[in-house]
Nanobody, 121 residues
Framework: QVQLVESGGGLVQPGGSLRLSCAASGRIFRINTMGWYRQAPGKERELVAVIGSGGRINYADSVKGRFTISTDNAKNTVYLQMNSLKPEDTAVYYC???????????????WGKGTLVTVSS
């Protein structure tokens, strides 16, 4: 089994910053991608940013230039630095890891439980 533990959510004023972290642990053979998704009330879950093992990064258009995704591969941890936050960024943010797990070497998607980010004055 693999666990993803997120941290760093909270309440922030418009224009402020937050940094989310997500650490993966357990029977991991190799991580392919790690990323962040979000789900606002009444909306579907959407991609925020994803980073591949080779370093390739994709961002949602709505966060380009404001959010930065990065990883610490030694710690199996992904970060999301969020700057210039807007009320429309309010959502539950979920960490995702696509990986090969041990011992089966199956390729599996794992999700964190989510962390709430609220942008409000």
């Amino acid at each position: 089994q693999v666990q993803l533990v997120e941290s760093g959510g909270g309440l922030v004023q418009p224009g402020g910053s937050l940094r989310l972290s997500c650490a993966a642990s357990g029977r991991i053979f190799r991580i392919n991608t790690m990323g962040w998704y979000r789900q606002a009330p009444g909306k579907e879950r959407e991609l925020v940013a994803v980073i591949g093992s080779g370093g390739r990064i994709n961002y949602a258009d709505s966060v380009k230039g404001r959010f930065t995704i990065s990883t610490d591969n030694a710690k199996n941890t992904v970060y999301l630095q969020m700057n210039s936050l807007k009320p429309e960024d309010t959502a539950v943010y979920y960490c995702n890891a696509n990986l090969f797990e041990e011992p089966s070497l199956r390729r599996v998607d794992y999700w964190g439980k989510g962390t709430l980010v609220t942008v409000s004055s």
